[in-house]
T-cell receptor, first 114, second 112 residues
Framework: KAGVTQTPRYLIKTRGQQVTLSCSPISGHRSVSWYQQTPGQGLQFLFEYFSETQRNKGNFPGRFSGRQFSNSRSEMNVSTLELGDSALYLC?????????????FGEGSRLTVL | AQTVTQSQPEMSVQEAETVTLSCTYDTSESDYYLFWYKQPPSRQMILVIRQEAYKQQNATENRFSVNFQKAAKSFSLKISDSQLGDAAMYFCAFTTGNQFYFGTGTSLTVIP
């Protein structure tokens, strides 16, 4: 069974640009969540989608947005990039609808903003 | 507010020895789930161990075990017979069923 796939793995952008990251969950998983990982900050929750609906949202500005498609694939978008957006963005999928089970993570998309 | 605190940014252990990673959390909920995740260098994060808060018995997975103290809101991870492959960043996390809350991580070095 294929794991969680994130694309692209690495990308470099400049301030003011926008970026779209993609996540394909494990087959059968309908919950997809996104996290921003930076040194010293750990994982910060961005948002979570279940069956195309955003169920939870973290404390990030509106420049961060996401969506989920009918096949459970998810995308997140960051507009008007800032230097502080440089981070590893992790996607995780889960089988359980009630968010109490194991999260399965992708390898992440490492974004560098210059 | 729901928070997770890992007070040890870095730890080291000799191969074959035992090490304990600390984690405390704060929540007003009575029903929740606790996790330890491992993130090896440049590799994806994987689950190490999971504990339901309503269970008094501490979870164990081979060389990994937890010491869950619900009243103290403490959830430490003990790694026995440490191996070189245990070197990684370890994250403590919990969820009440809505979102997951993660700590800032502990970087574990295993010394041969």
């Amino acid at each position: 069974k294929a794991g969680v796939t994130q694309t692209p793995r690495y990308l470099i952008k400049t301030r003011g640009q926008q970026v779209t990251l993609s996540c394909s969950p494990i087959s059968g998983h309908r919950s997809v969540s996104w996290y921003q990982q930076t040194p010293g900050q750990g994982l910060q929750f961005l948002f979570e989608y279940f069956s195309e609906t955003q169920r939870n949202k973290g404390n990030f500005p509106g420049r961060f947005s996401g969506r989920q498609f009918s096949n459970s694939r998810s995308e997140m978008n960051v507009s008007t990039l800032e230097l502080g957006d440089s981070a590893l963005y992790l996607c995780a999928s889960s089988l359980r609808a009630e968010n109490t089970g194991e999260l399965f993570f992708g390898e992440g998309s490492r974004l560098t903003v210059l | 507010a729901q928070t997770v605190t890992q007070s040890q940014p870095e730890m080291s252990v000799q191969e074959a020895e035992t090490v304990t990673l600390s984690c405390t959390y704060d929540t007003s909920e009575s029903d929740y789930y606790l996790f330890w995740y491992k993130q090896p260098p440049s590799r994806q994060m994987i689950l190490v161990i999971r504990q339901e808060a309503y269970k008094q018995q501490n979870a164990t997975e081979n060389r990994f075990s937890v010491n869950f103290q619900k009243a103290a809101k403490s959830f430490s991870l003990k790694i026995s017979d440490s191996q070189l492959g245990d070197a990684a960043m370890y994250f403590c996390a919990f969820t009440t069923g809505n979102q997951f809350y993660f700590g800032t991580g502990t970087s574990l070095t295993v010394i041969p």
